[in-house]
């Protein structure tokens, strides 16, 4: 992939491309550029790897307090890691450096 296409991509304003196909598929979907179709599909996978780590957080918000400090020491460590986790694909998602 040029470094051209990666540039243009990065550039994209994702929610102006999607509501812009959203609203007339017909007539706006074959019109996309590459660049757009390419931030589109990042933006998918991205909101598709948050999907599942959300999941993998909530299952572990669900895990049972039990009042044994290894039980609960590891449950606090799933919640601490689901959370870091999500919120560097935050980050990346909106463009932040540094989460």
Known sequence: ????LRAAA???IIPDVAGRIAAS???QASRATPAEVLALA?????LTAVVIEAQLLVRALELP???GDAND???DHAI???MGILNN???ALFGEKGA
């Open 65 to 67: 307090i039990t009042g």
């Open 80 to 82: 601490q890691t689901q």
């Open 73 to 75: 020491a590891a449950r």
């Open 89 to 91: 694909q935050f980050a």
């Open 42 to 46: 990042w933006a998918a996978e991205g």
């Open 25 to 27: 598929p017909e007539r």
């Open 10 to 12: 990065a550039a994209v």
């Open 1 to 4: 992939m040029s470094e051209a």
